[in-house]
């Protein structure tokens, strides 16, 4: 028997920081919803603080600043 591969489907978000308003993206985990919405913490690219972020799936990576995004002046 193959081993199963362990897939992880993830969709991209946009999430914006609560301190400075920059946009950035997380990879939150699709289709499990075994994470019951809550807010989880997310460190901003930008200015380095916390901010929260509630998403039904657990965030699995990020954030990211995607080429499309770009910083506030
Ligand atoms: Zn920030």
Redesign the pocket.
């Known amino acids: 028997m193959a081993q199963p591969q362990l897939k992880q489907d993830y969709v991209v978000m946009t999430v914006s920081?609560g301190?400075?308003q920059?946009k950035q993206a997380v990879h939150v985990l699709s289709g499990t919803r075994s994470w019951s919405s809550a807010y989880q913490s997310v460190v901003?690219l930008?200015?380095g603080?916390h901010?929260e972020v509630m998403f039904p799936d657990l965030i699995i990576g990020g954030p990211f600043l995607p080429p499309g995004i770009s910083s506030p002046r």
């Open positions: 920081c301190h400075c920059q901003c930008r200015c603080q901010f």
